[in-house]
């Protein structure tokens, strides 16, 4: 029973292209959550999807970041024209249902960006 | 806000003592998570804590959740090398919240 996959683990991009990171989640998990961990601090909510909706962005900055969860295929987390800041790694957690006692979620190995 | 506060932030002991890191905030959870990340990977998934007072074991692990749910600590009996990496705890507010709040989180060396 695979664990949620994410790809790639390791991503160098120069400043101001785009990254494209992927997230399959845990076999019959609808709820993918998208978490940013940058050095000594704690993992951020960034987003919360369903299978073709966004549920909550809340935590997403406004700009060049976007993020989509196809009905068939991966989550996608889009950064364009990427900055040294956003450089950091990116977790993928998916749930059965939403988190709580009943919806324990379980994390990816995670992408790192690095922005050269 | 709701924030986690871990303690301690760093902790490196001698195998085969125990320890207790702990997790504290001023706000009520409806659950609690434990995780354990270890350099370049995922957290991944230890315990998840519901109920005000439980206690929840995993082999040398123990786990408790405060009475108010506020609070969380996880001790380690008879530690071992292979328990060293990050303790990350992190809190689900409830009420439909998908949000976990995470702690920075303690890192632990457990010396041979």
């Known amino acids: 029973n695979a664990g949620v996959m994410q790809n790639p683990r390791h991503l160098v991009r120069r400043r101001g292209q785009e990254a494209r990171l992927r997230c399959s989640p845990m076999?019959?998990?609808?709820?993918v959550y998208w978490y940013r961990q940058l050095p000594e601090e704690g993992l951020k909510f960034m987003v919360y999807?369903?299978?073709?909706?966004?549920?909550?962005e809340s935590g997403m900055p406004k700009e060049r970041f976007s993020a989509e969860f196809p009905k068939e295929g991966p989550s996608i987390l889009r950064i364009q024209q990427v900055v040294r800041g956003d450089s950091a790694a990116y977790f993928c957690?998916?749930?059965?249902?939403?988190?709580?006692?009943?919806?324990?979620?379980?994390f990816g190995q995670g992408t790192r960006l690095t922005v050269v | 806000t709701q924030l986690l506060e871990q303690s301690p932030q760093f902790l490196s002991i001698q195998e085969g003592e125990n320890l207790t890191v702990y997790c504290n905030s001023s706000s009520v959870f409806s659950s609690l998570q434990w995780y354990r990340q270890e350099p370049g990977e995922g957290p991944v998934l230890l315990v998840t804590v519901v109920t005000g007072g439980e206690v929840k074991k995993l082999k040398r692990l123990t786990f408790q959740f405060g009475d108010a749910r506020k609070d969380s600590s996880l001790h380690i009996t008879a530690a071992q090398t292979g328990d060293t990496g990050l303790y990350l705890c992190?809190?689900?507010?409830?009420?439909?919240?998908?949000?976990?709040?995470f702690g920075k989180g303690t890192k632990l060396s457990v010396i041979p």
């Open positions: 076999k019959g998990h609808s709820h």
């Open positions: 992190a809190g689900d507010p409830g009420a439909g919240s998908y949000q976990l709040t």
């Open positions: 999807l369903q299978k073709e909706n966004i549920i909550d």
């Open positions: 957690a998916s749930s059965r249902q939403v988190p709580g006692a009943e919806g324990e979620a379980f």
